[in-house]
């Protein structure tokens, strides 16, 4: 269980001397989340970079517009997490002794790859909307949505990844597509 890595990680970095770094992984204040008992644990198996096969599948799809921001954001939380659940105990521990990603930490390289890759999907998301600055508006605020849904449910992650795409140079630069959705939050405040 993930309960049980972060504990014998936290033990581990203690034996080292790292006591900082240890209570980092304190869990002691982690809420309890109704939705992890249903998630179905799997073993670690081998590197994805191992073998052709073992590589998530690229032509898998989010139909963002068929999908409200709970369901966008239980989604994605459950690749970030299929994501997470491959790492084994020792990769965590290599990768804390490296300080940063290496060929001997794969699952983690494929983890940030994840990241990355969730980042560029907001941005293509919100400019694939060419039609008008409305829509795009409207794509922006449900994606600032699912971000706080993520935050909610305790993938900060994930909810980071939504949000870095969002602050990219590429949309940071559409300028009326933001000014309508400062109208819209005005309506939406007005009518409450």
Do not use: C
Not at 110 to 126: M, Y
């Amino acid at each position: 269980m993930l309960t049980d890595r972060l504990n014998k990680f936290q033990d581990q970095l203690q034996q080292d001397g790292k006591e900082s770094m240890a209570d980092l992984l304190s869990l002691d204040d982690m809420p309890e989340l109704p939705w992890f008992s249903s998630v179905p644990q799997t073993p670690a198996g081998p590197p994805s970079g191992s073998h052709p096969l073992n590589k998530p599948s690229r032509k898998q799809s989010i139909a963002f517009d068929n999908m409200t921001a709970e369901e966008l954001s239980d989604t994605l939380l459950a690749i970030d997490l299929k994501y997470f659940r491959r790492i084994p105990f020792q990769e965590f521990h290599l990768y804390a002794l490296a300080v940063g990603p290496t060929d001997h930490t794969p699952h983690i390289t494929d983890l940030i790859n994840f990241f990355n890759g969730l980042s560029r999907w907001v941005q293509s998301v919100v400019l694939r909307q060419k039609a008008s600055a409305t829509r795009r508006a409207k794509t922006i605020i449900k994606l600032i949505t699912t971000a706080s849904e993520l935050v909610h449910l305790g993938s900060l992650n994930t909810a980071l990844a939504v949000v870095g795409g969002l602050q990219s140079t590429a949309i940071r630069r559409l300028s009326v597509t933001w000014s309508e959705i400062a109208k819209q939050k005005i309506e939406v405040e007005s009518s409450q």
